[in-house]
């Protein structure tokens, strides 16, 4: 159910590189991960670029919101100094730029589709779109492990990217599951569930099991509680300790 790697590297580098950068994935291939995590969003120009939240301010100085500047103006922006001095030469990604890279790299991309509100559709349709022209040799190939995964909280975003890269997996992502997870997955032809893990049980864990479902879970941190999730039937997770929980964690 679950055929990708175990243990994925949160945001590039965890909690140890600016969050979703090319320094991040630096960091994480420096720890041995070979699978990442990271977010996509569009700039105003329609142009996704690697970034998490849907305004400036945070991890980019600014103001304004992420879908008020063109890509050119985006990947110009600082990234890195937020994080660490030393990290002030660090841009804002665009998503070809990462993807480039972690393919250079031989890292498997979860890629989240991480729509401004009012831009689910708009969002999840061009990241698909772009995404299936960068993997046409591997889509004609049928080897879905060459793929990357799709996620988002988004039905919206998924569907559209469902609608526009059929061939591209998806996993729908929950924070408190709704009542009908099971029927928004089916209806998504998601092949997995991406759940937190503060919120998980043994008896949601069997539902997707039984669902015929991967189980993901964001962001463990923690080894005795990664270690408690597996025994759940947890299939792989993400975390930001990569110096704690390496990619060989689950065997």
């Known amino acids: 159910m679950w055929p990708y790697p175990k243990v994925l590297a949160h945001r590039g580098g965890g909690k140890l590189a600016p969050e979703n950068t090319l320094a991040a994935l630096a960091c994480g291939l420096s720890y041995g991960f070979h699978a990442v995590e990271f977010d996509v969003m569009l700039a105003r120009d329609g142009v996704p670029v690697v970034m998490h939240d849907p305004f400036l301010g945070r991890t980019v100085p600014g103001s304004g919101n992420v879908y008020d500047y063109d890509a050119a103006e985006l990947v110009a922006m600082d990234a890195g100094s937020w994080f660490a001095p030393r990290f002030r030469d660090e841009k804002v990604p665009l998503y070809t730029q990462f993807v480039d ?8 991309m979860n890629v ?49 990217a469902a609608l526009a890269a059929p061939d591209i997996p998806r996993a729908l992502l929950v924070d408190e599951p709704p009542r009908d997870w099971v029927r ?25 099991r039984d669902a015929g479902l991967g189980l993901f879970c964001y962001t463990v941190n923690d080894p005795v509680r990664a270690r408690e999730i597996l025994d759940w039937g947890v299939d792989a997770f ?14």
């Open 101 to 108: 890279s972690c393919r250079e790299h031989n890292i498997w």
């Open 238 to 251: 993400c975390t930001d300790r990569i110096d704690l929980i390496g990619p060989d964690f689950v065997r």
């Open 184 to 208: 928004q997955a089916a209806a998504l032809g998601a092949v997995a569930i991406h759940a937190n893990h503060k919120r998980l049980t043994p008896q949601f864990a069997r539902e997707a």
């Open 112 to 160: 989240e589709i991480k729509p401004a509100p009012g831009f689910e559709v708009a969002t999840g349709r061009a990241v698909a779109t772009l995404t299936r022209a960068m993997f046409g040799l591997q889509i004609a190939a049928d080897d879905p492990l060459q793929l990357p995964l799709f996620s988002s909280f988004s039905f919206e975003a998924l569907e559209a």
